[in-house]
């Protein structure tokens, strides 16, 4: 195993770039509303946190707007960016003596200002004290706009900063989430680059899972293989979200790999393998999946249900450009697949007539695709008064909006045989007559096929991310031995460094 990458170095300057786009955005918003440019952005970065009760340590991960902002890898900081000159501010935990014995050096606030390129550093028990020094508006209490809204995701709230002191500022925890969840939907240049690596780390140990599963390994074992890889030739030491590594029947479960199904199935002859996996480079990360037969052949029911979805997964990259409406997309590939499995004799009948009554959310429950960056499923998705849909497998895409120039976008169509979706549906009355109910029965526990490629919308189409052998002859191919090559990709940024 040896890998053609190695890890870029990380420029610091995309936090700066991030942190004046942020400025100019707000200060658009402030002049607009007819308010004064002054105050304070202000934000609370990630705690450390202990194994419950035990004094065991979890690995940290930086809160992400924190890192969007900062790109702080140490806990227990808080940032502030002064609206009226621009300045950047950190503060650091003051760290006990004893720190050094245990955990190494204790840095200066030099060391700080300097790698993290912000304009000052004070200790975190002088936020009070330096923010009023620094503060250039009117009236006696500086102004904090505090970052608390609605992740549309998880439908939960981000936590406003917090700290000793804060009764002597005012405080607007309205303005600033929207504002800056849209600074983070538009991707710059060096943004760009670092996803282009975590795909192209990720994308290369996707290969090398590949070419060496084999039947009678466990699951963990292809995640094993996966984790050492990015890690090893990556520097990858966080993965984008748990590795979901199916087999079988397990590949129909849409989240497998949690800790009640936990990658441990014993790979069989005829299986296939439907592996989500994604590595995390400075906080960027990405989100790839492939399927493959276990043994490196295709069978001819493999083959209908992979093409399928290999064919939508094109047809809407294909498709992909700013101004396209997300949910097209998604209808699209439903159709695609559709067409497919009425031509495999899976489904009788017309098509738009199944289209109409939902029938491929009986196959793909889960959206096409969410919007990914510095988190998997990255903010912004659904604007501030946007309606979710509400029809069957609609109302799972994490995003309806029209596509941007400057959006990455992941494009994961699927088709998945789930009893729990498909036996209701073959029961009803208004679908069971699309089924060929014979020839269902002999899909039922094959699991399901996704494809999933990381996208980067630009301003007259898009570019694939994702570097993965999609065509059954090159994973066939792969899996016999062939090489499968990585190149470092040169990405046509056409706008500049930010957008």
Not at 216 to 245: A, P
Not at 324 to 338: G, P, T
Not at 354 to 376: C, K, N, Q, V
Request: hydrophobic share 35%.
């Amino acid at each position: 195993m040896a890998s053609s990458l190695s890890p870029p170095e990380v420029p610091m300057e995309l936090h700066r770039l991030n942190r004046d786009k942020l400025l100019n955005s707000l200060r658009d918003h402030l002049s607009i509303s007819s308010r004064p440019s002054h105050g304070f952005v202000f934000l609370q970065g990630g705690e450390e946190r202990t194994r419950y009760c035990t004094d065991h340590t979890e690995l940290f991960r930086q809160e992400s707007y924190f890192a969007y902002l900062f790109g702080v890898r140490e806990p227990g900081f808080y940032g502030a960016l002064d609206v009226a000159s621009g300045n950047s501010i950190l503060f650091a935990p003051r760290l006990p003596a004893e720190y050094a014995v245990w955990l190494g050096e204790i840095k200066p606030l030099s060391y700080f200002k300097e790698r993290y390129m912000v304009s000052m550093v004070y200790y975190t028990d002088e936020i009070t004290k330096a923010l009023h020094e620094q503060y250039q508006g009117q009236g006696r209490k500086p102004l904090l706009y505090l970052l608390h809204g609605l992740n549309t995701d998880s439908n939960n709230y981000s936590k406003p900063a917090e700290f000793e002191g804060i009764e002597k500022f005012e405080t607007d925890m309205n303005t600033l989430h929207p504002i800056l969840t849209e600074c983070r939907v538009l991707k710059s240049d060096l943004e760009l680059a670092l996803i282009q690596f975590a795909n192209d780390i990720s994308s290369e140990a996707h290969v090398e899972v590949m070419r060496n599963a084999k039947v009678g390994m466990k699951e963990y074992q292809l995640e094993s293989m996966f984790l050492h890889h990015t890690y090893m030739f990556g520097g990858c030491r966080h993965c984008s979200y748990t590795c979901i590594c199916a087999t079988g029947d397990n590949s129909a479960v849409l989240h497998y790999g949690h800790a009640a199904a936990p990658n441990d199935r014993t790979l069989q002859d005829g299986d296939m393998a439907l592996l989500d996996m994604g590595a995390e480079f400075h906080f960027y990360g990405s989100d790839i999946t492939n399927s493959f037969p276990v043994n490196g052949k295709f069978t001819r029911d493999q083959s209908l249900i992979y093409n399928a979805v290999l064919d939508a997964h094109n047809a809407v990259i294909s498709s992909m450009k700013p101004g396209v409406c997300w949910v097209d997309m998604h209808k699209l590939a439903e159709k695609i697949i559709l067409e497919a499995l009425k031509k495999g004799s899976l489904l009788i009948g017309d098509i738009n007539a199944m289209i109409s009554e939902r029938l491929g959310a009986m196959f793909m429950p889960h959206g096409l695709g969410h919007l990914l960056g510095i988190d998997t499923h990255d903010p912004g998705g659904y604007l501030k008064g946007a309606e979710r849909p509400k029809e069957p497998g609609l109302r799972s895409l994490r995003t309806s909006r029209e596509l941007l120039e400057g959006m990455v976008i992941t494009v994961e169509p699927g088709c998945y045989f789930i009893d729990a979706v498909l036996v209701p549906a073959m029961e009803n009355s208004k679908t069971s007559r699309f089924f060929n109910h014979e020839q269902i029965s002999r899909f039922r526990g094959f699991g399901g096929v996704r494809i999933e490629s990381d996208v980067y919308v630009t301003s007259r189409g898009c570019v694939n991310m994702t570097k993965c052998p999609r065509e059954i002859k090159d994973i066939e191919a792969v899996m016999a031995g062939a090489a499968w090559p990585i190149k470092r990709t040169s990405i046509p940024f056409e706008n500049g460094e930010s957008r």
